[in-house]
DNA sequence: GCAAGGTC
């Protein structure tokens, strides 16, 4: 039997069904599914059974024996052997079973580095029950009918080195993310579910959003002026021009200006152009992620989406960095799909051009085409928002084969007493693909027909106050980018690694805002341990892979270098140990911060109570006794948003994987609360109050013995002791003292 | 309980 393996189970059902000269018998080997077929009959017979894997198999780790963080001190990773454990038992088995049963195998994974060592991975294990089988590599851009014959004819061999450069990757990430992720968590006393990360991607990108944050800290705003005039034609046209001084850096000077300012305007010039607007290039996951958040989607939104488009068949695949469409795919008959549907009258525009010249980005790869629509739904078929991100992939891919747009474009330049002011204005000629694509686009900014010397009227004009702004936070969007452009993460985990440190609680909001924890972080990193917060690291890494994949060197090599230089950054780690627990922990202890203490003036903490609770409490404790309540589990963030009544930071909940949710000011949620309480109780029957200390629900006979040792004697008494002082001499928890206070009648605002 | 990379 002909072993055929690719690297997830689509592609294997739509080889197995192109290959097939009937359609494939579908299997299920321990629960995975199998497709066959045969070829030929009698001698020449030939079976062949197709499976797909689910990425990666295997992966690496520490033994057992390195797990516990207290136990094993973080610099023991650096040299810890790694062991290579099954991710996918399932697959693994169902390989052990095809592999015994083959007489050959072809590795049909992605053509890119992972899917090389995916195939390796694979052949691995079926090595390990039949050593000596046969085995060759396939290498496909596209699974189409052409592209995929082309490739089965023409076999080649593994890549061994491309898979080393791949495992590289793997041992280093594990290595320097592990411990570093170790040190870091154990200095700042951040264990169990408050981990701190560190990573070679996650750690460079939180760096860019901790940068931005500390350049707009450090941003003056410089004052200018700007000055407006509106303007009025003969014929009643009214239009507004800016002074051809966009800013006025000095004050008296922009005043002297406005005040010549008459009644009179003149044209002086007027310039007429052309702009043209090429179309768009056809989407990888950078530029979809992209468009799908200018139309409102975030990045992980995004692809969560897409995801579900292309396992129902909708659209290709969507983790691609191809911007190129390759030749072994049909455009012309995937346009065709089109010809009847909601896109009839776009496709059938494009069917009666001449010829079809697709746009090329700048990215042409060989792992998957570039995004495109693979088949025809309505939109019944799918919900609200899968259809949007459908229609965004059709229009989109029917824009790339679309004409340009052009634009008439006018430079208007006017005189009020002799100061120059000026506009511009655009007008669209010729819609061209914005016709098949009409997102984000520019309005038309239309002037009245005017001729140099045509008088004007100045029916308005304004002075405007302004300053400069700090450099705006990152969007989601613009931050796929930028590590796209500095080659942080993959097409399939950029969008993964800015959820990570939305998790972990390094950053909050959107655009995109670093905790406080994030700068003691990062600035601890980049005392000791620089390399690992920079973009330089990944770019050295793919340098060496690439020498690796050249065969230019051996990983054992580029890996011996990688944990020298690791050993390093632990001995400058162990030498300013007492400075970066110090630092890290100052640095943790501002994001506890909640705001002033409006009893005693002093700092209103996160603390923890002796059973774990949390709650918000004074410094001054215990000579000030103000608190409040604060949610039991999840994440707490506190948030540069302050509260007009109470001038405390608004806080927001992070429960791991719901959606975060604004709790605003936590003093205005206490009273909040305690209206609801008060309406709660006020439905309830009255009790009868209790006569006597030992009339309490819930206090015996030792307890009121307590409480009169105490000095408790009377309901009165109760009422009016503190709570907290009176838990500690009788120990009994503050809360069910309370709950006795309450049941006096004391109002929950008393306490 | 640690990374980043596949895939779902």
Redesign the pocket.
Known sequence: MHLIVT????AARRIAAILAPKSPKKERVSGVDVYRYEIGSGENRQETAVV?L????V????PKE?????KVDARA?VDAEITTTP??RKIVTALKSLGKEADRVTIGT?Y?R?GEL?GVEALNIIQKVNPDIPFDRVRYSAITPKAIEVAFANPTNVDFNLADAGHS??VI??VW??AL??YI?LSAGR??KM?L???????PTLSLIVDREKERNLFVPTPYWEIHAELETASKEIFSAQHSTRRFLDKEVAAKVFKKLGKKAEVKEIEKGTKIDQPPTPFNTTGFINAANSIGLSPSNAMRLA?SLY?NGYISYP?TDNTVYPETLELKAQIEIFKEGYFKEYANALLEKAELVPTRGKKETTDHPPIYPASLAKKTDMKEEEWKVYELVVRRFFATFAEPSTWETMRLRLDIDEEEFRANGARLLEQGWRWYYPYNAPEDRLFPELRAGDPLKVIKKEMLDKETQPPGRYGQGRLINIMEELGL?????RH??IS?LYSRAYIHGNPVQPTNTSFAVMDTLEKYSPTITKPDMTKLLEENMDKIAEGNIHEDFVLEESREMLTQVFSELDKNKDNIIESLQAGLREDKIIGTCSICGNDLLIRRSKRGSRFIGCSNYPNCTFSLPLPKSGQIIVTDKSCEAHGLHHIRIINQGKRAWDLGCPHCNFIEWQKTQKEEQAKQPKKERPKSIKDIEGVGKATAGKLEDAGIKSIEALMKADAIELAKTIKVTVKKIKNWQISCGSTVEDL
Not at 489 to 493: D, H, I, L, V
């Open positions: 690297e997830k189970n689509i797909g689910s990425g990666h198999i992966g690496i780790d520490f390195y797990n516990n963080w207290q990773l991710i996918n992605d890119d992972e995916i990757r793997q990430d594990l993310g592990a992720t170790r968590s264990l169990g981990f990360s560190v990573g070679r991607v996650q750690s995801e396992t983790r993460g993959t097409k399939a985990t993964e690694i990570k």
